[in-house]
């Protein structure tokens, strides 16, 4: 299966913040209080409901706040040996984040010696509709060249793995703690990985080294404080 597997696979899409940078970098919680946002309301679909006069303030205070996170940004774990190798395999590289162009750019600076170049495609909300929508999933895959079935999505939150399920792609959840950033009723991910270098084992060795695909039962209701994961 892993051969299989392997020969299937032609492109891998990441999420930016949390996956390939160090997660913590932005203070959800804080901008939404800046905001006036619902906690139980992701922010950019916050502000899509806001009158435009009231949005475009909000916009500009979010587009401070994701500045100020990307001139904080590290690399995560194992995230330079994992693209190398990725790259070793011919493997088509793509970033599909929520964050703006311009603050991804801003990112990068901290990330050397990973570049925006080591990405054929690039996708941030001012290019589609934000994840969880599959938008981001489908265009990744239309400028790559082969279906969304031949790539694999991988994210740190639910919203990555709804994407790529939406779009018909591979998802692979980049958690320690699948239960606090899933939900009942979530499409499962195909697969749950502790750090990045596990997914080049998915990769070489197909289902089995994943490290498990999780069940509904395994996701318990969320109560209490929204998840520090909350996204943008």
């Given at each position: 299966m892993g051969e299989t597997m392997s020969m299937a696979i032609r492109g891998v899409l990441f999420d930016f913040d949390g996956t390939l940078t160090r997660p913590g970098a932005l203070d959800f919680r804080a901008i939404k209080e800046e905001i006036r946002c619902p906690a139980d309301i992701p922010?950019?679909?916050?502000l899509e409901g806001l009158p435009e006069g009231e949005?475009?303030?909000f916009s500009d205070v979010l587009e401070r706040w994701e500045q100020e996170a990307a001139l904080r940004s590290l690399p995560n774990a194992g995230v330079q040996e994992c693209l190398l190798q990725l790259k070793a395999k011919a493997l088509s590289l793509g970033i599909l984040t929520r964050n703006s162009a311009r603050s991804l750019r801003?990112?990068?600076?901290?990330?050397?010696?990973?570049?925006?170049?080591?990405?054929?495609?690039?996708?941030t909300r001012d290019d589609a509709r934000p994840?969880?929508?599959p938008e981001g999933?489908?265009?990744?895959a239309e400028a790559m060249g082969f279906?969304?079935?031949?790539?694999?999505?991988?994210?740190?939150?639910?919203?990555?793995v709804m994407a790529g399920a939406r779009a018909g792609a591979l998802s692979v959840l980049l958690s320690a703690q699948p239960s606090e950033v899933m939900q009942p009723g979530d499409p499962e991910p195909d697969y749950?990985?502790?750090?990045?270098?596990?997914?080049?084992?998915?990769?070489?060795?197909g289902a089995a080294s994943g490290r498990r695909r999780i069940s509904s039962r395994e996701v318990p209701a969320l109560t209490g404080s929204p998840s520090l994961h909350s996204p943008v």
């Amino acid at each position: 299966m892993g051969e299989t597997m392997s020969m299937a696979i032609r492109g891998v899409l990441f999420d930016f913040d949390g996956t390939l940078t160090r997660p913590g970098a932005l203070d959800f919680r804080a901008i939404k209080e800046e905001i006036r946002c619902p906690a139980d309301i992701p922010i950019l679909e916050y502000l899509e409901g806001l009158p435009e006069g009231e949005r475009r303030i909000f916009s500009d205070v979010l587009e401070r706040w994701e500045q100020e996170a990307a001139l904080r940004s590290l690399p995560n774990a194992g995230v330079q040996e994992c693209l190398l190798q990725l790259k070793a395999k011919a493997l088509s590289l793509g970033i599909l984040t929520r964050n703006s162009a311009r603050s991804l750019r801003l990112a990068f600076g901290n990330l050397r010696p990973i570049s925006l170049q080591d990405f054929s495609v690039v996708i941030t909300r001012d290019d589609a509709r934000p994840k969880p929508h599959p938008e981001g999933v489908l265009k990744a895959a239309e400028a790559m060249g082969f279906p969304p079935h031949q790539m694999l999505m991988v994210g740190d939150f639910r919203f990555d793995v709804m994407a790529g399920a939406r779009a018909g792609a591979l998802s692979v959840l980049l958690s320690a703690q699948p239960s606090e950033v899933m939900q009942p009723g979530d499409p499962e991910p195909d697969y749950v990985i502790g750090e990045l270098r596990e997914l080049l084992k998915i990769l070489q060795d197909g289902a089995a080294s994943g490290r498990r695909r999780i069940s509904s039962r395994e996701v318990p209701a969320l109560t209490g404080s929204p998840s520090l994961h909350s996204p943008v």
